[in-house]
C-alpha cells in the first residue's frame, strides 16, 4: 500500500521543512480505525483499577492540553472531534498556539 494515497505535501519544497496534510482518504481511514483504537484502548487499559484508569485518563488530559507548548505541536483536530463525536459532545473550542 501506498502512503501517497493517505497523505500529501505542497508543492513548494523548503529542504528543511515537511509539511504533510491528511486527504480526504487519509481522514476516512482514520475515522474506520477510530472504533478498533477505542477497542484496543479499553483491552489494555481492562487489568488497571477504575482509579487508575482515571489516573490515565487525567495523564493523558495534561499531555493534550499542553500540546500546543511542544517543539513539534500535533494537530490534534480530527482527534477531537471524533473523541467529541463518540462522547455526543459538541466540538471544543480549538486553542490557539502562542
Do not use: C, W
Request: proline letters at 5%; glycine letters at 4%.
Amino acid at each position: 500500500m501506498s502512503l501517497e494515497k493517505f497523505y500529501s505535501r505542497p508543492g513548494h519544497l523548503i529542504r528543511r521543512l515537511n509539511h504533510l496534510n491528511v486527504t480526504s482518504k487519509g481522514s476516512q481511514l482514520l475515522r474506520d480505525i477510530h472504533p478498533m483504537l477505542e477497542r484496543s484502548d479499553k483491552r489494555i487499559l481492562a487489568p488497571l483499577s477504575e482509579a487508575d484508569r482515571l489516573f490515565m485518563e487525567l495523564l493523558s488530559r495534561l499531555v493534550q492540553v499542553n500540546n500546543i507548548y511542544s517543539r513539534a505541536p500535533l494537530d490534534t483536530t480530527l482527534q477531537e472531534d471524533l473523541l467529541a463525536k463518540s462522547k455526543g459532545a459538541k466540538k471544543a473550542p480549538r486553542a490557539k498556539a502562542g
